[in-house]
């Protein structure tokens, strides 16, 4: 890795994940907000960037809250598989038009910020950029509104990225009706909300693709539990059969891995058969599932580099169950309760306490851009360094396609 130690521990970062009609992730957008300006080298994040962005990787949306900084980035070499977000008035200036016009020669691509009022702004049409429109309640309701004669229904033009969804009404128009790109994070709770009177049950695509791992004879005990571990309702009730007095174990198994092995592929695969009666139809549950796999995967990033296995697979154990609760409708407490689990994890999760909670904590922070200033301390109070934060992060979404379940869209 590069020396990076002064831009990395100069920024803040954060991320919103983009979630395209097929539910997959078509992009990131990763916030960057400057702790000491003074000692943020955009020439120096983006040469980072470039040399461990790889191609698989989703799409970066690079959204920065200094101006300086923005426009810094926009004079260096462009980084493949990155867009750069840019707010709308700089499109409708001659000077900044001009550096726009520029940076998209040198390879850049651009994601232009506004509002829906201002998508035909001026200078809209003289550079090349994607629009990025966060909807106001009255604009979605406007959306919403059907046809009526002599007046026809609100149209956007297509290849947007939308955010400000929180219904699913919402969603499924734009997917469905407005041929959007992608939409900036997911209506969880409208989702959710959907299913309050029954507990969530298991994602398709993962019981099939446990199920087709298990028939091939070159799968390992690694594939199964990584393919088992996108799935936080799977994970739990496999640790319930496996501790249940009807499967008779004598030890108390409170890791996924242990919980694998007892059981046997054999076992297992006749198990996961039994449970694809209850497999939950809802494609809008997917995101959801994943941004939680996102956290999890996030916070064993933050680990020391060197870290074991177990300690790995105990983290993200940690981190994925912290919003089970969300899921099965019932106290998480309750839940966590039925488990062998070891103490740090309850301490983690139910007292915020423990060897593992900084490293959740942290994680979670990194997913709330809204309060990307408060990164800064939430990382002081838990002994990380601003340095490890941010290459966590950067290497959790660097692999994100490939832990998405699904195969993923480029953004093009």
């Known amino acids: 890795m590069l020396a990076t130690q002064s831009v990395l521990d100069s920024l803040a970062l954060a991320y919103e994940p ?23 080298d955009a020439a120096h994040f983006m ?7 790889p191609e698989e990787a989703p799409t970066l949306i690079l959204s920065m809250a200094s101006p300086r900084l923005l426009l810094q980035t926009l004079a260096v070499d462009a980084v493949h598989n990155t867009c750069i977000e840019v707010p709308a008035d700089l499109f409708g200036r001659p000077d900044t038009a001009a550096r726009l016009s520029i940076a998209v020669r040198r390879g850049h691509r651009l994601v232009c910020r506004t509002s829906l009022a201002g ?21 979605a309701q406007r959306l919403l509104t059907p046809a009526l004669p002599g007046r026809p229904a609100a149209r956007l033009p297509s290849g947007l990225i ?14 469905e009706q407005q041929a959007v790109h992608g939409v900036v994070g997911w209506p969880e709770d409208d989702v959710l909300a959907a299913h309050r009177h029954h507990p969530i049950s298991y994602d398709r695509d993962i019981l099939h693709a ?30 319930l059969l496996v501790n249940s007095a009807a499967y008779g174990n004598r030890r108390e198994i409170g890791s996924l891995r242990h919980a694998l092995m007892m059981l046997g592929f054999r076992e297992l695969g006749r198990w996961v058969v039994e449970q694809i009666t209850e497999v939950e139809p809802d494609p809008d549950l997917h995101p959801v599932r994943l941004a939680m796999v996102m956290k999890a ?9 060197g870290s074991d296995d177990t300690l790995r697979a105990e983290v993200y154990s940690t981190a994925l169950m912290g919003e089970l609760g969300r899921l099965l409708h019932q106290p998480l407490a309750t839940l ?48 990380i360094s601003l340095e490890t934060a941010n290459r966590s992060l950067l290497r959790m979404l660097a692999t994100s396609h490939s832990h998405s379940g699904r195969r993923s869209e480029r953004m093009t």
């Open 297 to 305: 995967r996030l916070a064993q990033h933050l680990l020391m580099t």
């Open 210 to 239: 446990v199920l087709q791992a298990i028939d091939d004879d070159d799968c390992s005990i690694e594939r199964l539990e990584r393919l088992v571990r996108q799935d936080a309702v799977l994970v739990y009730r496999i640790l």
């Open 162 to 175: 939308v955010g400000g969804v929180d219904t699913r009404t919402l969603l499924h128009h734009l997917f």
């Open 47 to 53: 040469e980072l960037l470039g040399e461990h962005w």
């Open 18 to 40: 983009v979630w395209g009609p097929e539910r997959d992730l078509v992009a990131a957008r990763l916030h960057l907000h400057p702790v000491t300006p003074a000692g943020v």
């Open 119 to 139: 998508l035909n702004g001026p200078g809209m049409d003289s550079v090349d950029a994607r629009p990025l429109v966060h909807l106001d309640a009255d604009e």
């Open 336 to 383: 966590l309760n039925k488990l062998p689990l070891p103490g740090r994890v309850f301490d983690a999760l139910l007292r915020r306490d423990g060897p593992y909670f900084p490293l959740v904590d942290t994680a979670r922070a990194m997913g709330q851009p809204a309060d990307i200033a408060r990164l800064p301390l939430v990382c002081r109070l838990h002994d």
